[in-house]
């Protein structure tokens, strides 16, 4: 059973990794796989190219034992939906469960994204509880929350039975970290220390990256 976590890291930060770890661990994941995209469909482009994305997801997961970034997205280029980019795992791995993890937040607009259920054919979906959102807080969204009801599992061990289908909502340490905020401290001058590793705030100083005036605060 594999993870797949994707998203624009715009700089990655420890809510990402943090929660990837924990979901790991719970899962029993033997391989987590960090796919960063190049256009997203659902939001405004990334400030950083996708050069410094990748080189500071790659940084901060140096060592990782079992944890790939994948490039797939970025070398398919153009806006990267995820049903292809889980039509071309499952096309290389046509055995192994794959889990596609996402916040709650991610998870809220779920029917808009471009043949969703497709996708939930192809993969579980594990959500990550993320401040402020919960699965009641989804009850607005009725697409959405009746697709978890029909959809949920209630254990564990459910996910590995069958390779893809199940909705699973992994409990997480609530980490209220997310990029745009410390693109904004970045662009305040602020430091974002403790809230990304060391060596992605070294990138981000080094290059000056998401800083108007490039000088960025320790
Ligand atoms: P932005 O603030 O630019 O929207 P982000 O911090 O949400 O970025 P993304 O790269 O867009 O980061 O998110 C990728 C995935 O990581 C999404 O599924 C998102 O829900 C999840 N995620 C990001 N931050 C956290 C966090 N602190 N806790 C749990 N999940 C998170």
Do not use: K
């Amino acid at each position: 059973m594999i993870g797949i976590y994707g998203g624009t890291f715009d700089p990655v930060h420890l809510g990402h990794l943090r929660t990837a770890l924990e979901v790991r661990q719970a899962l029993q994941l033997q391989q987590l796989r960090f796919i960063p995209c190049a256009t997203p469909p659902h939001r405004t482009p990334p400030l950083a190219n996708e050069l410094h994305r990748l080189a500071m997801l790659r940084s901060a997961v140096t060592g990782q034992r079992d944890v790939i970034v994948d490039t797939r997205e970025l070398d398919r280029g153009g806006v990267s939906y995820m049903v292809d980019t889980l039509l071309s795992l499952r096309a290389e791995l046509p055995e192994t469960t794959l889990c596609l993890i996402m916040g709650m937040d991610a998870l809220r607009y779920f029917d808009s994204w471009h043949r969703y259920l497709e996708i939930l054919s192809l993969a579980h979906i594990v959500v990550m509880q993320r401040p402020g959102n919960s699965v009641e807080g989804l009850r607005s969204q009725p697409t959405v929350y009746t697709l978890i009801e029909q959809h949920r599992a209630m254990q564990l061990q459910e996910l590995r039975r069958q390779p893809a289908g199940l909705i699973w909502v992994q409990p997480v340490t609530q980490l209220a970290i997310s990029a745009t905020a410390i693109r904004g401290m970045c662009a305040r001058n602020e430091s974002i220390q403790y809230l990304v590793p060391d060596v992605v705030r070294d990138y981000i100083h080094q290059h000056t990256l998401y800083c108007e005036r490039g000088a960025i605060a320790n």
